[in-house]
């Protein structure tokens, strides 16, 4: 009995040491598997400079023909296709409406949009591509009869539109994919914004070049001689007066090939823009949590308009945003009429351009050094005292110049900052909310939605406010009262809706100690995820 005791303990024992052995061994595993696994994930979020640089040029294409359209149309239907300001403010307003109206459908059927082995975002953007550059260069095209052109544009206006929002709201989304790194997605916005902005100066730089070399002939006001009295110098330089029309060289027939040549070109790099981002990134499936059940259009709307900071930051770049577009919508016609500057508008938006697409970078290391609710209150504001100089000061080419440059740099903070706190409160939502998953696009699109509702109301106003004012067509020159509102249009409105995105941000609750509070909670999530799924794989092939 004594041995039988003896040999059952140290059978117990030595049970006991090989239970503990392959403890340890089980334990070594699964650490090892997880730190595997975590500079594995490291690595995959990390991106490269050329990944980040095909991610940053598919973000050229909406801003290129955004600007061409924001600058030109206008002066484009009213001196060109030369339709009534009535008309061409209908035009403007209701395919703004639509487009607005668009986005939040075209980022609800995206957010329903099932896995493909491209992604989910990129064949939006692939097929969307070959439709829309064909409408968006029928836009510019006078057609050949005079009853249905009103009809014309409309229709194309908002086809370009209802296209484009299927390439850029998916694209939009599309920086929650790249990466799950906040920092590597706040580079890759940054990248964008750059690029974007050279988009800008690529849009104003081809189409105000090349319509510029052919601007369409004016018609002398009843009152007005056929000498310089009157004009602005550089509008009769070279010019000879030949009845009522300056400019007899230049013919309208030139001026329109002038815009379809010019479409031409922004098409074709709309299209290599397009194909360099589909072959150059690649969109990252979402995290091991199962999506949330499909929801409803309307369920959508109720989520993301019952998260406060997303609807308080929504509601201060509205009015920002606003103000830009105010500016951007009637400058032509205020460097053509209010200032004089008829064959240098083209110039001076050029400037203004290349200056924010300079300043971005150091914007970018504002954010990062002082946060970002600092560099909205510097960055925006500071546009606003050229915003007076440019209407207070008397007209001068080279001072124009100057503050053209200046304010270029308040324009650039206009276009990054939106762009990259709209990820923060992404996150902001999905720390709340771990268990619902997959609404990237529709945060994306109801933003874009307001801001494009709001600038289709101002563009409407404005045309609508010039033809209150007696806007001649096609005139050199304009009535006083037409003089004033454009003043109003490009300083006084603006600077007013600045301040009031201004004072609402004050509301925005997202500050750097919740953002960074929020990283660390999103990264030991997905830790906690791919830990789990990691020690559930390596117990399967221990068994």
Request: charged letters at 15%; proline letters at 4%.
């Amino acid at each position: 009995m004594p041995y039988k005791t003896e040999q059952k303990n140290n059978n117990t024992a030595a049970y006991r040491s090989a239970t503990f052995v392959v403890k340890g061994k089980i334990n070594n595993i699964l650490r090892r598997s997880r730190i595997l696994r975590s500079e594995k994930r490291e690595q995959c979020n990390r991106l490269s400079i050329c990944n980040k640089l095909c991610y940053a040029v598919g973000g050229a294409p909406y801003q290129i023909t955004g600007c061409a359209l924001g600058f030109f149309l206008q002066i484009y239907l009213l001196d060109v296709a030369q339709l009534d300001p009535f008309y061409a403010s209908i035009i403007l307003f209701v395919g703004r409406a639509w487009d607005a109206v668009t986005d939040p459908i075209i980022g609800f059927l995206v957010s329903r949009s099932p896995w493909t082995r491209f992604g989910r975002m990129l064949p939006w953007i692939l097929f969307s591509t070959p439709l829309a550059v064909v409408s968006y260069f029928l836009i510019w095209c006078v057609p050949p009869f005079e009853d249905g052109k009103v009809i014309w544009y409309l229709v194309f206006y908002c086809l370009f539109q209802t296209l484009q929002t299927c390439f850029h709201v998916p694209y939009s989304a599309l920086t929650m994919f790249i990466s799950e790194d906040q920092k590597e997605r706040d580079s890759a916005t940054a990248y964008r914004m750059t690029v974007e902005v050279l988009g800008t100066v690529i849009g104003t730089a081809i189409q105000g070049q090349i319509v510029g070399m052919a601007n369409a002939p004016c018609i002398l006001a009843p009152g007005d001689n056929g000498t310089a009295e009157g004009l602005n110098s550089s509008l009769l330089l070279g010019q000879e007066v030949n009845a009522t029309v300056i400019s007899p060289d230049i013919t309208l027939d030139q001026t329109k090939t002038a815009y379809m040549i010019a479409s031409g070109a922004i098409c074709s790099i709309y299209v290599l823009c397009a194909v360099v981002l589909f072959l150059g990134v690649k969109e990252r499936k979402e995290s091991s949590r199962p999506r949330s059940e499909l929801m409803s259009f309307w369920q959508g709307i109720r989520l993301v308009m019952g998260h406060g900071p997303y609807v308080k930051l929504v509601m201060g770049f509205l009015f920002t945003s606003l103000a830009f577009m105010l500016l951007e919508g009637n400058f032509a016609l205020f460097c053509c009429y209010t200032l004089g500057f008829r064959n240098d508008f083209q110039n001076i938006l050029l400037v203004i351009m290349l200056a924010a697409m300079l300043t971005i970078p150091f914007w970018q290391w504002f954010l990062t050094k002082f946060g970002k609710k600092t560099a909205v209150y510097i960055g925006t504001s500071s546009v606003i005292p050229f915003m007076i100089l440019v209407v207070c000061v008397k007209s001068n080419l080279i001072v124009t110049y100057t503050v053209s440059f200046a304010a270029g740099v308040g324009v650039a903070a206009a276009f990054l900052l939106p762009w990259s706190m709209l990820p923060d409160v992404v996150d902001d939502f999905q720390v709340r909310n771990p268990h619902s998953q997959g609404h990237e696009a529709i945060f994306y699109s109801f933003y874009v939605f307001f801001t494009k509702f709001a600038s289709g109301i101002s563009l409407g106003i404005s045309t609508l406010s010039l033809d209150f004012a007696g806007y001649m067509t096609r005139g050199c020159t304009q009535p006083e009262n037409v003089d004033i509102t454009l003043k109003v249009l490009v300083s006084a409105a603006p600077i007013g809706l600045i301040l009031i995105g201004l004072v609402l941000f004050r509301s925005y609750p997202i500050d750097e100690e919740r953002r960074q509070g929020n990283r660390k909670l999103l990264q030991e999530q997905r830790e906690n995820e791919a830990d789990s799924e990691t020690d559930s794989t390596a117990l399967t092939n221990m068994v």
